[in-house]
């Protein structure tokens, strides 16, 4: 998945959903991108019903897993320096088992068990319902592997323990896997084929986010705008489908419009989207729908031909332009993000002048720039040599971060005098006198607390800004929402 929101670590506890007569202790770690934080509620949710009730003190577990990223090396040395943490912990509990999941288990395989002797289970991403029975094989005294990629499996009968949730905004897994087959991309190897999820079981788990007083989803996914129902099986497979089949399949756009029209009063995000396979319906459903956020994060990755050509990339340069061009005319206030990779293979400053140049053109709200990390098994890997010097990576790096800053700068200068409406989402991190809650269009807003509270639509005048946040003072409950 493309867009990655943290290699930090992420320590999840379970406050809700604990059983009394629960006895075992069980402590996720989550990293990477939001499709991982959404699997480790599906592994909460299914350990849950083992026996096992969450914990956020380390000291305390039981069985401690932590669920990985593959897509770039940095991602995978912050996992290795964790795992040196835990095997302190575990000279002090030597009872307590150490589980490795997500992207990192399923490109190592039992080489992780070799690699890093504290490691007494290694599960795939579509492994996670055999849990109970890998646990079972530990207690036993054996390691544990299961790394094998479904074709069908999408979890979409289990309900998710909601970790570290706020009660306000929550994950809701649409697709699993990818076949975009980018050549610097582990995705495909480690989450298999692109499949999606029965649309009644996603409004069926929205509907009951909304009965708990949940107030906004993001619908996840690697590629989301693949998303296509036709009643099981893969996408590839779709011109194998019945008349009735291809008559009544279900795409993004409609899965859009039917989760907006179910859920009036709840706010939608998505992400990640892929500009080949977005459509022209699915911003024309942003625009018909009020409680359809106005925020795209739409990964470009380069902005030479050339380079895009190289990574596989399935759209060009023009493409690009031509899609964003639709989305400001459709949705003149919609709010663009990026992914960009600096130095990939072959790059020249020609090339990376046209990444700046691109830039310049949309002039991004926000975005996620890396330095290219060439990862073991990808095409990229074997047919090119990393032949950009660190020193060079890092300088093209800093040169797209920096113009970044400007452009963010100059979306949240926009906003200023201007009222715009914020899901109020927990205490600012500055200040327990103020709230913070994102807009429509994904932007931090800061402002005094007042007589608001965690969950509250609220009208926003935004007296000042930062690139990255906006700052000002409520004046009313919103009347969209």
């Known amino acids: 998945m493309e867009n990655v929101i943290d290699e930090n670590k992420q320590g999840t506890s379970l406050k809700l959903a604990s059983k009394p007569d629960n006895t075992k202790k069980l402590y996720i770690e989550s990293y990477g991108c939001q499709m991982n934080f959404s699997d480790s509620e599906i592994v909460a949710s299914i350990l849950h019903k083992e026996g096992f009730n969450t914990t956020s003190q380390l000291e305390d577990a039981d069985l401690v897993l932590v669920n990985t990223c593959s897509i770039r090396d940095k991602a995978e040395q912050t996992v290795r320096k964790r795992l040196e943490k835990y095997n302190a912990v575990k000279r002090q509990n030597p009872k307590m088992k150490v589980g490795v999941l997500g992207c990192m288990a399923e490109r190592l395989k ?3 068990l070799e690699e890093e002797k504290i490691v007494d289970l ?6 996670y319902k055999d849990l109970p029975n ?3 094989e530990v207690e036993e005294g054996r390691n544990a592997v299961n790394v094998i990629l479904s074709k069908d499996e999408t979890y979409g009968d289990i309900a998710p323990v909601r970790l570290n949730s706020n009660g306000v905004s929550a994950f809701v897994s649409i697709t699993r896997g990818c076949d975009n087959m980018c050549t610097f991309c582990v995705v495909p190897f480690t989450r298999g084929r692109e499949r999606s999820r029965e649309p009644q079981s996603i409004l069926e788990e929205i509907k009951d986010l ?3 007083g949940f107030k906004e989803v993001t619908l996840l996914g690697q590629n989301v705008d693949s998303f296509l129902w036709y009643g099981g099986g893969m996408k590839k497979d779709f011109a194998k489908a019945s008349d009735l089949q291809k008559a009544t399949a279900v795409d993004f756009a409609a899965l859009l419009e039917l989760c907006a029209k179910a859920q ?3 706010r939608f995000r998505f992400s990640t989207s892929n500009p080949q396979d977005m459509s022209l319906d699915v911003i024309k ?3 018909k729908y009020n409680n359809i956020c106005n925020y795209i994060h739409l990964p470009v990755q380069s902005g030479s031909d050339r380079i895009l050509k190289e990574m596989n990339r399935q759209h060009t340069r023009a493409e690009y332009f031509e899609l964003i061009d639709n989305v400001n005319k459709l949705l003149p206030d919609c709010s663009i993000s990026h992914d960009i990779i600096c130095g990939f293979p072959t790059e020249t400053e020609e090339d990376h002048k046209d990444t700046l140049s691109l830039m310049e053109y949309v002039k991004y709200s926000f975005g996620y720039m890396f330095a290219y990390s060439e990862r073991p098994g990808t095409l990229a890997a074997r047919k090119l040599d990393d032949d950009i010097p660190e020193k060079v990576k890092k300088r093209r790096l800093s040169e797209v971060v920096e113009l970044q800053q400007k452009h963010s700068l100059i979306r949240s200068k926009a906003f ?6 914020v899901l109020i989402e927990k205490t600012s991190k500055k200040s327990d006198s103020e709230w913070s809650g994102r807009n429509p269009q994904n932007t931090t807003v800061v402002f005094p607390k007042e007589n608001y509270k965690i969950g ?3 009208m926003v005048k935004v007296e000042d800004c930062t690139s990255a946040t906006l700052k000002g003072k409520a004046i009313g409950y919103s009347k969209n929402m």
């Open 122 to 127: 290694v599960v795939g991403p579509d492994a």
């Open 285 to 287: 459903t942003m625009a």
């Open 210 to 212: 909304a009965n708990r």
């Open 110 to 112: 039992s080489k992780f």
């Open 416 to 421: 200023l005098n201007q009222e715009t409406e």
């Open 134 to 136: 890998l646990i079972a």
């Open 264 to 266: 009036p009063k709840m």
């Open 456 to 458: 509250d639509f609220v």
